[in-house]
């Protein structure tokens, strides 16, 4: 097993966000972690992802996956597969009839976790109504529904807004337009230029939110206006949307094929 020794210091600056100054979070304490779980995405070019590990979302789902999305998801390996250089590509297509087809991936039934750091280095792509997302749902999800199982999204993007991130969390009495999220801006730069990292360290009643290593959000228990669902474990999710609530549509400038390149995923467990 591997070790990661996880030491995250928040300095006393300031950070804009979408126009708006951010209080920095207090310093974390060291920590140690062991890898649990993780995918490097090894293999041959054109395969699909290890099926002992990932399965998929297929078709569009109830009302557009229940955010009135557009795009079909298929397993085809015209919309998922490793690149053969060690990252899986899940690419959003649009086709000459005008219909939009992508991938989701998910561990449901196969892994699933509670606590610990979940992070992944992901590339994510551009454009109007492209909706790019790494996140989690609760493994309880097909006996309570959503969103009483819980949502945590570790990361999701508009693509007209490619400098800007956001981390939140659903539940039941706050979900939707109403979860509690909070965006990360970049300056000077953009998500879909370059991999980034993406994470949470989760415990039982606080969950932190990291961009490479920097924690620009903290929930806890407390500040939920509902139950807090988060003490068991959820499995992982990894998609792009096309249109959607949150999204937004796709216009004639948006650019596809609309790729998001992911290096790795990891679980780690605390010490």
């Not at 980034?196 to 939920?224: G, H, P, Q």
């Not at 959820?234 to 650019?255: D, E, K, Q, R």
Request: charged fraction near 15%; aromatic fraction near 12%; proline fraction near 5%.
């Amino acid at each position: 097993m591997k070790h990661l020794k996880n030491t995250i210091l928040i300095l006393s600056v300031f950070v804009t966000v979408a126009g708006c100054e951010v209080e920095p979070i207090q310093t974390l304490p060291e920590r140690n972690f062991e890898l649990f779980w993780s995918d490097n995405f090894d293999g041959d070019s054109g395969t699909i992802p290890d099926a002992s590990k990932w399965t998929f979302d297929l078709g569009n789902g109830t009302n557009g996956w229940g955010n009135n999305e557009l795009q079909t998801y298929t397993q085809s390996p015209q919309n998922v597969s490793l690149d053969g250089s060690g990252n899986l590509v899940i690419i959003a297509r649009k086709d000459l009839a005008g219909n939009y087809t992508s991938a989701r991936v998910k561990t449901q039934g196969i892994f699933k976790q509670q606590y610990g750091r979940i992070e992944a280095r992901i590339k994510t792509p551009t454009g109007s109504g492209i909706w790019p997302a790494f996140w989690m749902l609760g493994s309880n999800i097909d006996s309570v529904t959503w969103p009483n199982c819980g949502e945590i999204d570790i990361m999701e993007q508009k693509g007209k807004n490619s400098n800007i991130t956001y981390g939140s969390i659903h539940g039941p009495g706050y979900s939707g337009g109403q979860a509690i999220t909070t965006p990360y801006a970049l300056q000077n730069d953009r998500f879909d230029a370059n991999f980034n990292i993406y994470a949470i360290e989760w415990s039982e009643n606080r969950i932190d939110f990291f961009v490479n290593n920097y924690l620009y959000k903290r929930i806890t228990s407390a500040d939920v206006p509902g139950e807090w669902v988060y003490n068991q474990p959820f499995f992982l999710i990894m998609n792009v949307a096309v249109g959607g609530n949150f999204g937004g549509s796709p216009n004639a400038n948006t650019p596809f094929p609309g790729k998001m390149t992911i290096d790795y995923v990891k679980v780690y467990k605390e010490l």
